[in-house]
């Protein structure tokens, strides 16, 4: 039963929490706020154990690792902000006990569930992004032998101010604990196959626990007819999970409060579901953010898991169009390790919202 964690805040733990940021890089205890000012810092008049380095700065092209620790436990929180140039041309990957191909691996404003390279607010409990660009995430992430964080800035300019805080449990971990990933896809769906796969080739044993997508929309008036579908546990042809429309699967409807020729609806953010973003301007094309947390029923598979939404809209002779536009989506899951090798991550003109 899902209790964010209240239910059990009395209890006493032997679990330890450690921090990795700027100012402690390796979180351990004792280690934090040592960095010695120069006459350039920010806190030269306040000496050291002052506010010296908050951030890092991470050169184009560079990839700085953030976090590289040994032993086991569970991750509890992220914090991260940097530019907003940085939401699609930086990327974050997370390795979980030495290997080698990461478990998460996604541009960092989606993993935060903002999309097109956008800032807006979002109001869950696992992601939380706050004004203005406070991205916090709340996924619990449990470890065996270690875990490394990185962030790549595929800009043509340097990141002068990434900041970060990595907050952890230095504890033993449950056998039957699995491991927290998070893969990126984007895709542009056509009229001859209006289908964006969210995510394929999951291989092993686990649970499904979330989806963003980032629309761009192409066609004009409603355009969230599609239907969303999980392959599990060697289905073919059909799924064994199969949703009824776009916005009913990030829980609206009705076109989320629009009518039939608007193109979209009201904006909502809650605990687990959400339509947190939308715009509209002159001479661009229309633009939307949604999510969907499997928090209360994840889904789950035993060997396989495939995910696709399809991209459908309306004919004037009230029958479903099939519809070309570009979906970006970020799907979240839990599984037993080993994992099947992502697929080659997509350069950053691919990446950039058109």
Same mark, same amino acid.
């Given at each position: 039963?899902?209790?964010?964690? %209240?239910?059990?805040?009395?209890? =006493?733990?032997?679990? !330890?929490?450690?921090? *990795?940021?700027?100012? $402690?890089?390796?979180? #351990?205890?004792?280690?934090?706020?040592?960095?010695?000012?120069?006459?350039?810092?920010?806190?030269?008049?306040?000496g050291k154990g002052w506010k010296i380095k908050p951030c890092i700065q991470v050169k184009s092209g560079e990839t700085a690792i953030l976090a590289d620790y040994k032993g086991s436990g569970i991750i509890r929180h992220i914090w991260m902000?940097?530019?907003?140039?940085?939401?699609?041309?930086?990327?974050?990957?997370?390795?979980?006990?030495?290997?080698?191909?990461?478990?998460?691996?996604?541009?960092?404003?989606?993993?935060?569930?903002?999309?097109?390279?956008?800032?807006?607010?979002?109001?869950?409990?696992?992601?939380?992004?706050?004004?203005?660009?406070? %991205?916090?995430?709340?996924?619990? =992430?449990?470890?065996? !032998?270690?875990?490394? *964080?990185?962030?790549? $800035?595929?800009?043509? #300019?340097?990141?002068?101010?990434?900041?970060?805080?990595?907050?952890?449990?230095?504890?033993?971990?449950?056998?039957?604990?699995?491991?927290?990933?998070?893969?990126?896809?984007?895709?542009?769906?056509?009229?001859?196959?209006?289908?964006?796969?969210?995510?394929?080739?999951?291989?092993?044993?686990?649970?499904?626990?979330?989806?963003?997508?980032?629309?761009?929309?192409?066609?004009?008036?409603?355009?969230?007819?599609?239907?969303?579908?999980?392959?599990?546990?060697?289905?073919?042809?059909?799924?064994?999970?199969?949703?009824?429309?776009?916005?009913?699967?990030?829980?609206?409807?009705?076109?989320?409060?629009?009518?039939?020729?608007?193109?979209?609806?009201?904006?909502?953010?809650?605990?687990?579901?959400?339509?947190?973003?939308?715009?509209?301007?002159?001479?661009?094309?229309?633009?939307?953010?949604?999510?969907?947390?499997?928090?209360?029923?994840?889904?789950?598979?035993?060997?396989?898991?495939?995910?696709?939404?399809?991209?459908?809209?309306?004919?004037?002779?009230?029958?479903?169009?099939?519809?070309?536009?570009?979906?970006?989506?970020?799907?979240?899951?839990?599984?037993?390790?080993?994992?099947?090798?992502?697929?080659?991550?997509?350069?950053?003109?691919d990446r950039w919202p058109r």
């Amino acid at each position: 039963m899902f209790d964010n964690n %209240l239910g059990s805040l009395y209890r =006493m733990s032997d679990a !330890k929490t450690r921090s *990795i940021c700027a100012e $402690n890089p390796t979180g #351990e205890p004792g280690k934090g706020a040592m960095q010695a000012p120069d006459e350039n810092s920010a806190g030269s008049k306040l000496g050291k154990g002052w506010k010296i380095k908050p951030c890092i700065q991470v050169k184009s092209g560079e990839t700085a690792i953030l976090a590289d620790y040994k032993g086991s436990g569970i991750i509890r929180h992220i914090w991260m902000t940097a530019d907003s140039r940085m939401l699609r041309a930086g990327v974050i990957r997370f390795y979980w006990d030495g290997e080698e191909t990461p478990s998460v691996e996604v541009p960092m404003g989606d993993f935060f569930a903002m999309g097109h390279g956008r800032r807006y607010d979002v109001n869950s409990i696992p992601v939380v992004v706050n004004p203005n660009g406070g %991205l916090n995430c709340y996924w619990p =992430m449990p470890f065996r !032998k270690g875990f490394k *964080i990185t962030f790549t $800035n595929e800009y043509f #300019e340097e990141v002068r101010g990434f900041f970060f805080q990595i907050t952890f449990d230095e504890t033993e971990v449950e056998d039957n604990a699995a491991y927290f990933h998070a893969q990126w896809n984007r895709s542009m769906t056509t009229r001859e196959y209006p289908e964006h796969v969210i995510v394929n080739n999951i291989k092993g044993k686990g649970h499904y626990v979330g989806t963003f997508l980032a629309w761009m929309q192409f066609s004009d008036c409603w355009w969230g007819e599609g239907e969303i579908k999980f392959f599990m546990d060697g289905d073919g042809e059909y799924p064994t999970i199969c949703g009824t429309g776009t916005e009913d699967y990030f829980g609206g409807a009705w076109n989320f409060g629009g009518n039939y020729k608007t193109t979209f609806g009201d904006h909502f953010s809650t605990p687990f579901m959400g339509f947190p973003y939308s715009e509209r301007e002159e001479g661009k094309v229309p633009k939307h953010s949604m999510y969907r947390w499997h928090v209360m029923d994840p889904i789950r598979f035993n060997e396989e898991l495939k995910v696709t939404i399809q991209a459908l809209g309306w004919w004037v002779n009230h029958k479903y169009q099939p519809l070309t536009e570009d979906i970006a989506s970020t799907a979240y899951w839990y599984q037993t390790e080993p994992h099947a090798k992502f697929p080659e991550f997509p350069e950053l003109d691919d990446r950039w919202p058109r």
